[in-house]
Nanobody
Framework: QVQLVESGGGLARPGESLRLSCAAS????????MSWVRQRPGKGVEWVAG????????TYVSSVKGRFTISRDNTKNTLYLQMNDLKPEDSAVYYC???????RGRGTQVTVSS
């Protein structure tokens, strides 16, 4: 069955970096558009970054553009989110999802605080 498992979250100070991973099983990530979304405390789910199938075109929400990079390793069937220059407002639970979100992992907590 389809499964997505996120990892790599944790505590970071402003300006530091984290790399999130999303291990997929039950399907091949390169065959689907994949995204990262996040949910801040008391807020709704916010789409953060996406990568298209085929040409691997990437898109980002404006607040992370230039700081975050979404990518995938087809040999490992894994999606990544490299997060640089982290800010306190990036604190959230981060989820990877396939397509529009019918399949979504359980999330990994990212906390950015000095």
């Amino acid at each position: 069955q389809v499964q997505l498992v996120e990892s790599g979250g944790g505590l970071a100070r402003p300006g530091e970096s984290l790399r999130l991973s999303c291990a997929a099983s039950g399907f091949t990530v390169k065959d689907y558009p994949m995204s990262w979304v996040r949910q801040r405390p008391g807020k709704g789910v916010e789409w953060v970054a996406g990568i298209q199938r085929g040409d691997d075109q990437t898109t980002y929400v404006s607040s992370v553009k230039g700081r975050f990079t979404i990518s995938r390793d087809n040999t490992k069937n894994t999606l990544y989110l490299q997060m640089n220059d982290l800010k306190p407002e990036d604190s959230a639970v981060y989820y990877c999802q396939r397509g529009a979100g019918v399949y979504r992992g359980r999330g990994t907590q990212v906390t950015v605080s000095s």
